[in-house]
């Protein structure tokens, strides 16, 4: 009888504690990144750099291929070695056009031969086309390259705006959550443009 009242108090402290850890705020947000674009002038591609005291934090790129409307964009996210990826909400949105989404299907990198794999949700809100990744599983800790290829896109649509927030965590107890936000705006080129 006294074991269990021993343990039953033993287990009450030591939740206790660790609900005391896990009241303390580690989230940190980020809502100012710089945006860069490719050195390659023949490419579209942007990029959000988040830092956070003069050092890295992640680098959000996103490259668009036109033919001449949009038909892929290429997702990447790099982050340094001590952090890891724990989720992804994009949304594309076709400014300019009818008001429908545009309309993508998801390609890689969501296979492997470990486990846990990639959680991933493709869908429609409203005017935008949303890509979540809910969990990253083996590929958390890595460099990511995402291919979203557009299977319809509103033809009058000139620009495109890409809204991102990746959730970055540094594991240590508690863990160090980071909250990325920022968005990247695209250009759609006129048709004669692109026949150039």
């Not at 005391?20 to 959000?48: F, Q």
């Not at 909250?179 to 759609?188: A, H, I, S, Y």
Request: some cysteine; overall charge negative.
């Amino acid at each position: 009888m006294r074991r269990r009242a021993f343990l039953a108090s033993a287990l009450t402290a030591a939740s206790t504690t660790a609900a005391g850890c896990s009241a303390v705020d580690s989230r940190t947000e980020h809502t100012d990144p710089t945006v860069k674009t490719d050195d390659n002038p023949r490419d579209d591609g942007k990029y959000l750099e988040f830092r956070e005291d003069g050092t890295d934090l992640a680098t959000v790129g996103v490259d668009p291929r036109f033919a001449p409307l949009p038909n892929h964009f290429h997702t990447s996210i790099s982050h340094p070695e001590d952090t890891e990826l724990q989720s992804l909400t994009q949304r594309f949105v076709a400014l300019g056009g009818d008001g429908t989404p545009p309309q993508l299907s998801l390609q890689g990198p969501f296979m492997g031969d470990h486990e846990p794999h990639p959680s991933v949700s493709l869908f429609r809100e409203g005017t935008a086309a949303v890509v979540e990744v809910h969990r990253f599983g083996e590929i958390a800790n890595e460099t990511v390259f995402i291919d979203l290829p557009v299977t319809r896109w509103p033809e009058s649509a000139r620009r495109v705006v890409v809204e991102s927030t990746v959730k970055l965590v540094k594991p240590r107890i508690p863990d160090r959550t980071h909250v990325l936000d920022g968005q990247l705006e695209f250009e759609v080129p006129a048709e004669t443009e692109a026949s150039e």
